[in-house]
């Protein structure tokens, strides 16, 4: 007798397509890069000498340093320029926190697995590793800076050569995969955007302006 044809989804696993195929490699050397990049995951690492210093870029691009900073600023300037500024710089670091949250949480991809549970004040979906939240904020407080502050050129590197190195330590560290940080800098680049297009002024919103 003919033997009975396969179910459906076993055919689709037996000739899985060519995107199933390219995406499943991508993922495995995503992984394997990753783990490979990881020189400061832990003090018995290769660069493990060099984790406390990694740790202090960590901090530098964390998100609450970045908010109670820029709430501080707000409070304390006497420019209606300057309170501009840090308003739409505050909006643009909350805008990136329910963002990052919000894919997090839809995406649940976990932490890597060399990774340490030992980052400075993680909550709720941090847990997750997909995407990158220093990534993404290192990527918008950078265009945010060269976009609103007139600052010299070696200044200017120097801003940009601290999101590189805050996006890099992300993988350093073991805190995340190349991945999740080539994709927070894309969503970091984009939320600007978003903040331009939606910039916050005394004439389209002076209650805020008010408070101040």
Known sequence: ????????EDCMKLNPSFVGIAFSSLLAIDLWASKRLGVCAGEGSAWGSARPLMKVIEVSGHGIPWLLGTFYGLCQS????????????LFALL???????????????????????DMFVTISVDKYSFPSGHATRAALVCRFILRH????????VLVVLWALIVSISRVMLGRHN???VLFGLVLGYALYSVVEHCWLSPLNAPALFALW
């Open 1 to 8: 007798p003919a033997a009975a044809p396969l179910p459906e």
């Open 78 to 89: 006497d420019s209606s320029a300057a309170r501009e500024v840090l308003l739409n710089l």
């Open 95 to 117: 805008l990136d926190l329910v963002m990052v949250a919000v894919v997090k949480g839809l995406v649940k991809r976990p932490r890597p697995t060399h990774n340490k549970m």
């Open 149 to 156: 502050l007139v600052l010299a050129v070696p200044l200017r």
């Open 178 to 180: 190349m991945t999740d």
